[in-house]
């Protein structure tokens, strides 16, 4: 007879297909910390500070002074603003006016 030791994990047991990926999703969820970001709201995350990238470089690029406070400052509390929106509750034509914005910003700032 065996000794009674600890099993190696599958081990006299039988596991489905459906149970062994259910059993690995768990094992490897468990692994992220609790307050990670799924991939989805990693690569969001990634594109929102791009487009504020974006937006500050195209600011810097106006010649007033008092004109690029202003847009700084007004961009900055859009963004602050909006922090906690998610990508289900941003309407679709409020991607459309970013994108129009920063098409209309890069054509403008070469006529100066």
Same mark, same amino acid.
């Given at each position: /007879?065996?000794? &009674? ?7 006299? !047991? ?7 990926? @259910?059993?690995?999703? *768990? /094992? ?13 709201? +990693?690569?969001?995350? %990634?594109?929102?500070? %791009?487009?504020?990238? =974006?937006?500050?470089? @195209?600011?810097?690029? *106006?010649?007033?002074? &008092?004109?690029?406070?202003?847009? =700084? ?15 289900? +509750?941003?309407? +679709?034509? !409020? %991607? ?15 006529? +100066?």
């Amino acid at each position: /007879m065996a000794a &009674a030791g600890p099993r190696p994990p599958g081990e006299g !047991r039988t596991v489905t297909a459906a149970a062994g990926e @259910a059993e690995l999703c *768990v /094992m490897a969820a468990s692994r992220l910390p609790p307050g990670a970001l799924s991939l989805k709201q +990693f690569l969001r995350r %990634q594109q929102v500070l %791009q487009l504020y990238r =974006k937006i500050l470089r @195209a600011i810097r690029e *106006v010649p007033a002074e &008092a004109d690029r406070r202003y847009l =700084k400052d007004w961009a900055r509390e859009e963004f602050r603003r909006n922090k906690d929106a998610t990508e289900e +509750f941003v309407p +679709f034509s !409020r %991607q459309c006016s970013r994108n129009w914005w920063l098409n209309y910003a890069d054509t403008a700032l070469q006529d +100066f």
